[in-house]
């Protein structure tokens, strides 16, 4: 490990082999994290190839656990989103692209932080199952199509080892160690079409969009070495997607999309990813696929298949047909603008961060959360606003969060007399 060490800080290319070793004798627990935590910060001052980025996702997918799909064939799919605030798109994209014919068995992760996770916004749905066998998760894929539940804990156990050392390192920024990351979880997953999508702006960890298409390239280059389709969607997340932040209220907005209801942009996004992963599928065009993933909900077969999914993994789908049903939270308190204009901002990681303040997120991992917590926006970038109209509403159990939440929220806003330019909501698609 010594000579690792020395010749990756000395601006060395390491060798397959020694790449696998290492991370092979790191889980084992044979190389301490003094080392690896100085391996790590050789890594992010002098980068990885495009071959020692191959061969750490190689061997961090091989750590453990690989889920064996390959009696689906081709009709195997997963969607990863690199994170943001209101992203409930799985719960729109997945029983799409299921009504349509493809085979999502997807493993999900919880939120920490100012972020979302998929796995969090299920388990607001009374009775949902998060935790699968595998024999469970491959019959219930093959007899509804979908199969979404919480990461294994065998699934890439070198990437979680070595992700808790590089949040403690100062090491998380790293292109070569983000996708090896991203991708290790997603290769050993087993899906063999894989649709990115990687957010961009305020609420985004990609703030910028050089950053967001050089880690799409890295990752779409990982997946095709490793033998899958791949493309990546950039999309735009300086404004939160869709009018609903915080778990329960999130789960309710994804409803309303299948119903043919609700936020145009969140359905485009959603309806956009759905048609990647239905065109690599059935090897047709994203254009014809793109229609039939609108038609899927217009004629409410998504909404359909949405329903037996929940139902089928020990879910209430009673609630997908009466949201009203959803717990509520007690306190509702609405936030006014502070004057006439138009928003020409709104903060949206600071948003996801009142959202946590308010119940609806975790600031350490073991952290419960309050599912009902959250809030609607009223208004969002763009809006125009007079002084005293609505512009979101804060949704909580606990009245000590409500004072200093709106004052965050207040903060959040940027509010001026000119009209924004409205950014693209998906910037490139890189595959």
Known sequence: MYNIIRKKRDGGELSNNEILAMIKDYTAGKIPDYQMSAFLMSVFFNGLSEDEINSLTEAMAYSGDQIDLSCFGNETADKHSTGGVGDKTSLITVPIAASLGCKVAKMSGRGLGHTGGTVDKLESIPGYKTTLTKEDFITQTEKVGIAICGQSANLAPADKKLYALRDVTATVDSIGLIASSIMSKKIAAGAK?????????????????????????????IGKSCGRKIRALITNMDIPLGNAVGNSLEVIEAIDILKGDGDKNLRTVSCALAAQMVSMVQNIPYEEALKKANDAINSGKAFLKFCEWIEAQGGDASVAENTDLFKKAALQKNVFASKDGYITHMDAEKVGSICVDLGGGRKKKDDVIDHSAGIILIKKTGDSVKKGDVIAVLHTNDEKSLDS???????????????????????????
């Open 405 to 431: 939440a709106i004052i965050d929220f207040e903060s959040a806003v940027t509010i001026e007399e000119a009209q924004p330019q409205i950014k693209p909501l998906i910037y490139d698609i890189v595959e």
């Open 193 to 221: 079409n894989i649709v990115l999508d990687v957010k961009v702006g305020s609420g985004a960890f990609m703030k910028n969009e050089e950053s967001a298409r050089t880690l799409s390239k890295c990752m779409v280059n």
